[in-house]
């Protein structure tokens, strides 16, 4: 067999053909098609063989040689007297994949030798991008204008790195420039994030991606994630809603206004990059969040923490949190509550004389004595102290507070306190009884800085009319019977007269 001197030499996976191979020749031409992303190279190979068996075994060999990609830093190399083209796998050719064909030559495929097609396509890098060769961007909006930003895109291995460590490393600069872009005053937060690993072995066996295909999403954020951070780095995902349950149930007094309750919700995920302490978390950073939060909006003069419940989902690594805020409106007056009743109670005594008559029920009907009673009942609640009033008289104790002497009209009838109850009238309304006692009451969480201090006062006031007697009458009862309040000797029978 005469020896070959081809100038060109092909090698895959460390193996040639062309050159001084005397088995593996090279037939005509080959062609080479580049774009700025795709790689394409076409040749013929002629086996040479020495016999049947050894032309079954090399047909073989090449057969398996050019189904067999590229791994590590295996390379396609093609070579002209000593000038060659280098496509390292990873670096400079990505997903190189052959293709053989048996031809069928009619001028070649006879006796020991057989003629075949390689066919060998790859990808391109493009180093321009940092290996970051497809991209794209979508900003999109809700109803209410809030933006969300994705991008797509796709990374290329070098001999920097592998393509998903050059994607890890290196877009997060590439995001901050297009989030710049669309809105460099807007604070902006990942929210979602995939990418791909292929299965590209490396020289240790393990992966080595030549491309790396990702998505991600960022979502603006419009309000603080924590107390004073717009963009907390291990709060993700946060919503936060404050609905105000006012009610405005029956109450005795227009100047009472009730307190208001506010209830607080924070739902969010937590970085499981940077933390799994929820609990910290919460009383660190959410906490003082929703009580900042729910001043700024609310603006109460005094407000309390009534209930908090919270969630610390460690599957998730998520918190959900609500807190019952009690509050005192910002125009509301001390006092919260009251409820107030006035009572007349009439009693009187008739003396009845029976009679022997054929009516059975017949009797005379002389005046007695005549009771009238007005009680005065009210329980109020005001914000601060208050002592139990005095009325009847003061030995000197506290006396008084935050909710108001009962001096307006409660149902059309004047308050107990227009009256001076520690003197004593000769004719009209004296006060007879009064019970007034006050409970303290402290509301929301005794471990809270944030607390109201109320006072319930419940009061029962008696007072009694009578009118002043007529001069010379006295203290004993009458002689005789009288009906109808008339004086006489004798008893009148009702209809006549004596």
């Not at 191979?21 to 040749?43: C, I």
């Not at 989030?179 to 937060?189: G, I, K, M, R």
């Not at 006295?474 to 009148?492: A, E, K, R």
Request: charged letters at 25%; proline letters at 4%.
């Amino acid at each position: 067999m005469p020896a070959v001197n081809n100038p060109l030499t092909i090698t895959w996976k460390g193996t040639s053909v062309g050159g001084s191979s005397d088995f593996y020749q090279l037939d005509g031409p080959h062609t080479v098609e580049k774009s700025y992303d795709r790689f394409l190279m076409v040749f013929d190979v002629v086996v040479v063989a020495t016999d049947y068996e050894d032309l079954h075994t090399r047909c073989d060999t090449l057969e398996t040689l050019f189904t067999s990609r590229l791994s590590g830093d295996e390379a396609l190399v093609i070579d002209i007297d000593g000038n060659a083209w280098t496509y390292t796998s990873g670096q400079t050719i990505f997903d190189a994949t052959p293709t053989i064909t048996k031809s069928g030559d009619p001028q070649l495929d006879y006796g020991l030798t057989r003629t075949y097609t390689v066919k060998i396509e790859g990808q391109l890098p493009d180093d321009s991008g940092g290996g970051l060769r497809e991209f794209q961007v979508l900003v999109g909006h809700d109803n209410t204008r809030r933006r969300t930003v994705t991008m797509r895109g796709q990374y290329f291995a070098s001999s920097a790195g592998d393509a998903t460590s050059r994607y890890l490393s290196g877009f997060d600069a590439e995001a901050t420039t297009y989030l710049s872009f669309v809105d460099s005053s807007a604070t902006w937060e990942l929210v979602d994030e995939g990418y791909t690993i292929d299965r590209q072995p490396g020289d240790d066996a393990l992966p080595r991606p030549h491309t790396c295909n990702f998505d991600r999403q960022y979502l603006e954020i419009i309000d603080e994630q924590s107390s004073g951070q717009t963009d907390d780095e291990n709060i993700v995902d946060h919503r936060v809603t404050f609905t105000d349950i006012s009610s405005w149930p029956v109450d005795s007094g227009q100047d009472s206004q009730r307190l208001r309750q506010v209830f607080a919700q924070f739902d969010c995920g937590v970085d499981a990059t940077k933390t799994t302490d929820l609990k910290g978390q919460y009383e660190d950073k959410l906490r003082p969040l929703l009580r900042e939060r729910f001043s700024a909006i609310y603006s109460p003069q005094a407000f309390a923490v009534e209930e908090t419940r919270v969630s610390f989902d460690r599957t998730n690594n998520r918190i959900a949190a609500s807190i019952i805020f009690t509050y005192q409106a910002s125009n509301a007056q001390e006092l919260v509550e009251v409820q107030e009743t006035v009572t007349y109670e009439e009693a009187r005594n008739i003396e009845y004389t029976n009679v022997h008559a054929p009516k059975e029920l017949a009797a005379y009907a002389d005046v007695g004595n005549a009771q009238v009673l007005r009680t005065w009942e009210r329980t109020a609640v005001a914000i601060g102290n208050q002592s139990p009033n005095w009325r009847i008289s003061n030995p000197g104790c506290a006396t008084g507070g935050v909710i108001a002497d009962w001096e307006h009209n409660t149902a059309g009838v004047a308050g107990p306190d227009q009256r001076d109850g520690t003197e004593v009238q000769e004719s009209g309304w004296n006060v007879i009884s009064n019970r007034s006692s006050v409970t303290p009451q402290v509301l929301g969480d005794p471990n809270g800085a944030e607390r109201i201090e109320l006072s319930v006062l419940t009061e029962s006031i008696v007072e009694r009319y009578h009118e002043k007697p007529e001069e010379g009458t006295s203290s004993g009862g009458s002689s005789g019977p009288i009906t109808g309040g008339s004086s006489g000797s004798g008893p009148i029978t009702p209809g006549g007269s004596t």
